[in-house]
């Protein structure tokens, strides 16, 4: 059974019409990165960053029965979702990110295919969030540029004075600790 969640309708619609989500928010229409666009009942493009979009084709759903808490329900509904998605072969993913994508998520693929797996909530919808949820965190993170080379430099002066202070002094504080034996 697949659940809509609309917004309620406008006085000015007549009854039992979709509402017009033309006139909402973005916010409200669809949330920018992380999130599954949603315009009606279909789950659509996966929002990664600006340059990478994951088509709906191009992601794999599968559900199953999960462990943990459901009561009576839980022996029937199919809760648990694994959502894979093929990095090798994906056209929505640019030449220029494959290879670090490749080589960031190396451990994770199989068969160059990631699979996330989700069976947190009880609901099949809210496990569906959670898993496009995760798996855009973990693509945007994979593809995030790497950090700038660090650029060696020497101790300043005055740290190196400070450094020599304490550990004189330091020398002396355990001087003093000693026991002095005047035989």
Request: hydrophobic share 35%; net charge positive; proline share 10%.
């Amino acid at each position: 059974m697949l659940c809509l969640f609309l917004p309620p309708p406008t006085p000015s619609s007549p009854p039992g019409t979709v509402p017009d989500l033309v006139g909402r928010p973005p916010e409200k229409r669809f949330a920018a990165f992380g999130r599954v666009r949603h315009t009606g009942g279909m789950a659509e493009d996966l929002v990664v960053t600006r340059a990478l979009v994951i088509p709906a084709g191009e992601l794999r759903e599968r559900f199953s029965r999960s462990s943990g808490p459901g009561g009576q329900g839980v022996n029937t509904a199919d809760s648990r979702v694994e959502l894979s998605f093929d990095v090798v072969g994906s056209t929505a993913v640019p030449e220029h990110l494959r290879p670090r994508l490749l080589d960031r998520l190396g451990t994770r693929l199989v068969d160059g295919v990631l699979t996330i797996a989700a069976s947190e909530f009880r609901a099949q919808l809210a496990n569906r969030a959670a898993a496009r949820d995760r798996l855009a965190a973990l693509l945007r993170a994979a593809a995030a540029p790497p950090p700038p080379p660090r650029r060696a430099t020497k101790p300043s002066r005055g740290s190196r004075e400070r450094r020599l202070t304490a550990k004189k002094q330091r020398s002396q504080t355990k001087q003093g600790r000693r026991t002095r034996s005047d035989d």
